[in-house]
């Protein structure tokens, strides 16, 4: 089931991975058009020039071709080869200079000599090639035909955005980014496992709404935050999905409450998985976190990942491709966040109304017949004693179902199941 | 001193082995009896149908004999034997029957083949036999005479409490169960160590008052618990006392509270014990403190044990026997419980009547006369000068004497004795 | 520089080691007068039987000399060759006596037999003197005669006080005891460091207004508190200096509050270096910081030491001497204390004047001019974007820049460069 998934995943990545992205232009609304198949989003235009708090929504920017020619005329540098070559966001040039000059522009990774760097000048008007060392290493003295056929203007920023209605107007947020260009992990996995994710609770009977945001990173969630600023109260967990398709294992970056019903969600959800992982306290670099968390807004916001950016040798360089990513590692990130949504949309607090005592459940089924076993025997109709018993026990109004699985060491599965048992037999409100 | 007690609870306990008990009935009342001739307690019946919380007092059940006969007309189970033989609360019965017939109402312990499982069934009228896989897998094909001579009828739930009065209201619980039939550490070892507990506070003088319960488990606490339901405010610390004669550590089980004054009591007794121990928090499942600890009263009762109920193979089995069970752990639990009780009558919370800068404690023949010396020399009248420190510094009203031990690492006794040379200096209030 | 310091320090130290103090008397005198030589120190005295709280100021005590002769009039023990051979706070004696008499006032270190140990009587008249093991076991049957040239008579308590002023009449107390004699870390060590630490702050512009001790310990501590009770709510921060020239590792101990600012900077101090060192828990031993630190007052005072008093072998004995003490161990300490004085004059906490998602750090160039970099480049203007990341989501007005600094795992300093380069920019307020 979720190895199909996983599948249906990577081709959606693959056929994202050759468009060229950046924080506005074509390329973001032909990638919001591919998920708009799957997914209905809305797909939104904010134009140059708009104030945004600190910040200013830049000229847009497009690109249709690139390279570096020598003096006979052979490109020895094509964007057509991978649109990592251009510095993104490079203003047009057509220009031949000589080696001296041409060096000012180009950049590269020594301690990769394979692969090309990732770089970008949203802010500064300025060109550039990104090369592998080994590119830069060929080159000679010789005259060079510069060529970049881009185009900076006043256009728009393009997001997406997808809003599932649940019962409640309480809203649970998952905002990714689709601004890298040719780049997996970082964030063509975010982008596929986003979607997915809203395919899945799309004809869902949900609790909660559901708010999905593919977004450019940093002006994206500054523009969104901006717009929606009235409605920011309404959100009362969120996600950050990045770097969610390596090898690597899970990492959680907490909120920057540090105690969010959505921290102790993943947490629970994690210390059950086999696998190791890791939970950090928030910090204010990475991604959109940085700005749904800024001391103003301080929304419930972690992020869930595998590797975290720049954790992994191949972030932001042309090896961070197809082949860093893995269909089962997608969908075993799929997975966790379900049981993530799963927990949310199960959870609750209820009071035992029988508090004094424990009552009777044997008189009502609840019980084993047979007393004074040492352990209770597993059959279809499981429901646990223990669990029950730590839900009467604990609900007293103050513990959710997460707190009492949390507390017990139980599965939140186990609790509900129990608590669906009480509440049943109306030993629980 | 503690030897001769524990052979003392040791011989209690031999004589009470043999009796058949039950959550009712004459074994119980039997039991009691025998309590009585060391400590005075009150025995009290509540009867049959008498509703207590969610519960019914169930009728009360006699049994004289039992046995399983083959045509031969030998007895292969006798009840006689060992009164584990027969499903406790069994109705009667006297029948013929086949093998295939028997079987649905034959228990064993298939992993311990010598092993007879102790089991019940007190709220579902059945008839059974609990035998060794032995017995079990030596019953042939055959025509079996079926006999339990029980009885079920109206009757009375009995149970025992005896209340030393001290000087102030405030009670102590020490709550036991012994509804078991021949089972020693669970829980006999408890009721003979309640027993020589009551005997030893019996002719003290005493600050608290100290209750003692011997109860039906479960059933006896909730209808305690219902009966006293008006008084339970008086209880301010309280221990459950259960399977304290084997030769496991100490276990702790804290209150539900997690931080009350008893949970500090034992715990600051187990650091200073030279043995290892295990505290744990609370968790609903267990004996008598489910009741205590129960959402709607929520008392301060832990349970100080040695290996917990469920922890050790002979648990409900023919194998928690005579054996399973030795004076010398019954004396070191005991020793611990005295322990308690003299913090518990103890500890106080006072006030530095010199609280800026220390007091002259030269002066009055409390300091050392040399100074400078690098520490204090030990004499006969030693009284600890860094233990007067601790309780200077920290007797501002917020701190106990027990809070005050814990924080310096020193022994309550050479706090309390530091805290006494002080008092009786005017230095403390 | 510091090393320069060290010894400058160490020589101050060589010229106050012959000099015979106590806890009052002219050797203290004589002691603060060098002291005056390099910081403007004002002298003070409170006369003999003023009550201070619980105590009285004792008689002044001075002396001359003091011997033990043999029969032959040989001095088999020489006040002149130490001072510590007096038992401290000695009545005069001069009188013949046999060997058994005297031996009631000889005090010695078998375990040390070639040390004379350090020991006092201030509050109980008595006369004795200390030597080695060695010189004790030479000693045979005769007639001794016993001289000490002291006196104790109505006189002065002289303590050492120097404030200096900064912005704020907020305070911060530096306090050393000086009443020991020929004792080199505990606690000349102090008293040079805290003389030096004056020394470097005398024509500093501060922020805090800062208050040095150089009192007799215990006595002159509460001698001090009791003067200056009306005034004591100016002390915001304190350090009690002693035993800061040893080689051991250094020690901090935590106020009584425990969470102090003063608590969090030492440990952030600590945490940053390379050594290993230790922290503890305030316990109600030790110097003066029992006084400041008694219920009654509970000032927020710490102390930083290397090996703590009563931890070295050397402690109170002969051996504590000049080659006890090394010049480095000083300097390193006095670093440290340097650093705790920059931490207090810079912290402060802010607040952000774009509380809503990030501000545009580029547009001020405050941030790298190419993008997607893994890493900032540090250059000669390096202010961290990490760091500046830190302050603006954590300075919302409830962190100050050392609270930021903790949590981010940064140094303050770059913590502090941070916050300037905002302020400059008025990001921050």
Request: net charge positive; proline share 4%.
């Amino acid at each position: 089931m979720t190895e199909k998934i996983g599948n249906e995943m990577y081709d959606l990545m693959k056929r994202l991975y050759p468009i060229c992205r950046s924080i506005t232009g074509d390329g973001v609304r032909q990638t919001l058009k591919i998920i708009k198949k799957l997914i209905p989003i809305e797909i939104k235009e904010v134009p140059t020039g708009k104030k945004v708090f600190d910040w200013t929504i830049p000229k847009e920017w497009n690109i249709k071709d690139a390279y570096i020619k020598d003096l006979k005329g052979k490109k020895i540098v094509d964007f057509k080869k991978s649109n990592l070559h251009v510095l993104n966001y490079s203003k047009p040039i057509n220009k031949k200079m000589n080696l001296i000059e041409l060096k000012k522009h180009l950049f590269t990774l020594p301690e990769h000599p394979d692969w090309i760097p990732y770089l970008t000048s949203y802010y500064k008007e300025n060109w550039g090639f990104c090369i592998t060392q080994k590119q830069f290493e060929k080159l000679k003295e010789d005259t060079y035909e510069v060529f970049i056929d881009s185009e900076l203007k006043d256009g728009h920023l393009t997001y997406g955005e997808y809003l599932i209605k649940g019962k409640s107007k309480d809203e649970v947020l998952i905002s990714t980014y689709l601004c890298h260009p040719s780049l997996c992990n970082d964030n063509l996995s975010g982008v596929v496992l986003t979607t997915f994710l809203a395919k899945y609770l799309k004809n869902k009977k949900l609790n909660f709404s559901y708010r999905f945001l593919f977004i450019p990173e940093t002006i994206g969630a500054i523009t969104w935050l901006n717009i929606n600023e009235k409605n920011l109260s309404k959100i009362k967990h969120g996600l950050v999905v990045t770097c969610v398709g390596d090898s690597g294992n899970l990492t959680y970056k907490k909120t920057r409450r540090g105690n969010a019903e959505i921290d102790k969600i993943v947490e629970k959800i994690l210390f059950e998985s086999e696998n190791q992982f890791t939970i950090c306290d928030f910090f204010p670099s990475g991604s959109d976190e940085r700005q749904y968390c800024s001391a103003g807004f301080n929304l419930p916001v972690g992020s869930l990942m595998r590797t975290p950016y720049g954790r992994f040798p191949e972030y932001h360089t042309s090896a961070d491709d197809l082949k860093f990513v893995k269909p089962k590692y997608l969908a075993d990130t799929y997975e966790k966040y379900i049981e993530i949504f799963n927990i949310l949309e199960n959870n609750g607090t209820y009071l035992n109304q029988n508090p004094k005592c424990e009552p009777q459940l044997g008189k009502r089924g609840l019980y084993r017949m047979i007393g004074a076993q040492k352990t209770q025997e597993k059959n279809d109709a499981f429901v646990s004693e223990l669990a029950m018993l730590w839900v009467l026990n604990m609900s007293d109004g103050k513990n959710s179902l997460l707190d009492i699985a949390i507390k017990s060491n139980l599965s939140f599965k186990e609790i509900k199941i129990a608590a669906d048992a009480l509440l049943k037999n109306k030993l629980l409100r």
